[in-house]
């Protein structure tokens, strides 16, 4: 039996939060019937995004819609509330939050109390102040990011085909990613794999036209899959002609140039950066402790150090690893911790209301699959090391099992076997990101360019 009626707010509705409130709505089912509690979920979208999957979706081979989960949908019974909490006062036990009216309404963010919080707002891009990076660097860690990259690799080869201009040909056909982890890497080879298959379609791009070129600053890349399948992947890149440069560091990308710690200079008109993550900054808004990275120091029951109410999971709280083996580390930023945090999260905040003990959080991590493009990968789970189309068809089965709801599943599988029965879809929709500048044009608006003007007047 809980109290009264506990307020359960969880902030976030990625990996973390929906999991914990699909977590709680099963453990409270009664509660909830009875109105003895409830759970309000603040997300600025509606959705959930199954990260893993952005490589495949910038790739094309899934759609965006098939990559994200409808919260609304799934978290039927929860109150979910679309926008983003600026600042928690855990000790009046309340945050501050705007959603999408809080402009229009003028009133400033609104107040929301709470009995038990749950901090799941996970992380955003690490960056470093490089010159030029604010301006042209492109991240990849939403849908959107993905879409509108995979839209901007085809322009670029748009662009590429139809310039008389070599310096311009040059910079189009030249495609930076700076970071080697799981991200970069894959996000890498799985547009190049693309681009590549897209070059057939062109009659004067060809894929050794294109320079795609990894930058990362330690000796190895995609240390997820351990030093030897690392190693593999390095081979394996520079097997397609793939720039795979180690121990550099991007210095600027200032003038759409990218300059390396090595020397080397790079026009470019793409560069993406993945290198790394950091917790949310609305952690620094909060009165809870944190590392000296900025994670919530956090228990191995999850809650908040010293903070009996407040709960935290995934890339924004640092949990102890207890199957480590040097004691003291916490576990690392990724959906394999988040997902398995989630539902002890979600366990222990039943037993805490129920005034029962709580569980702790122990997995072993269990190693991890990389696709490195259509039917090539690389994969080190178990101890099991696999590469080439066996380590491919495991990370696709593997996510398959993964990614929430049946629905998705379904979705997912059909867009697979349609792709294996059909030919790639290689067609840029960059227009998707101005849809109104073609009415404004016609209603009178300026067009996006205007020829330069004839002095002479000749046509
Ligand atoms: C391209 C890519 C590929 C990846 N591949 C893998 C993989 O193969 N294997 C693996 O284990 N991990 C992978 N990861 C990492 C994994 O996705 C993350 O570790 C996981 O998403 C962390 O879960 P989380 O709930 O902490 O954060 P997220 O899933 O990022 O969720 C955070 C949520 O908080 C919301 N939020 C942000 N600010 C606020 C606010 N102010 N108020 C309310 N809500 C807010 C966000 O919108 C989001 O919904 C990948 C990540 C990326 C980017």
Known sequence: MVKERARILVVGGGYVGMYTALRLKRRL???????????TVVTPDAYMTYQPFLPEAAAGNISPRHVVVPLRRVLDGCRVVIGEVRSVHHAERTVTLTTLATEDEGTGPQKLSYDEIVLAPGSVSRTLPIPGLAEHGIGFKTVEEAIGLRNHVIEQMDIASSTRDP??????????????GYAGVEALAELEDMARYAAR???????????????EASDRILPEVGAEMGRYTVTELRRRNIQVLLGTRLKSCKGRVAVLSDGQRFPTRTVV???GV?????????????????????????????????????DAAAV?????????RDCAPNAQHAVRQARVLGDNIAHSLRGE?????????AGSVASLGLRKGVAH??????????AWFMHRTYHLSRVPTFNRKARVVAEWTLSALFKREIVSLGSLEHPRAEFELAAGGKPPYEPPHDPKGSS
């Open 201 to 215: 379609y062109y009659h004067n791009v060809k894929p050794e036209d294109m320079k795609w070129i990894l930058v």
């Open 167 to 180: 310096a311009i040909r040059d910079a189009a056909l030249t495609f930076v990613f700076v970071g080697g």
């Open 278 to 314: 950091k917790p949310h900054p609305l952690l620094d808004a909060t009165d809870l402790p944190r590392t000296d990275r900025g994670r919530l120091r956090c228990t191995a029951e999850l809650t908040v150090e010293g903070h009996a109410h407040a709960w935290a999971a995934g």
């Open 381 to 390: 789970v178990y101890g099991r090391k696999l590469k080439g189309f066996p």
């Open 320 to 328: 102890p690893d207890l199957t480590a083996d040097e004691p003291g």
């Open 357 to 365: 003990p709580l569980e702790t959080y122990a997995h072993k991590y």
């Open 273 to 275: 950066w993945t290198a």
């Open 29 to 39: 089912r009664q509660e909830l019937r009875r109105g003895e509690a409830e759970i």
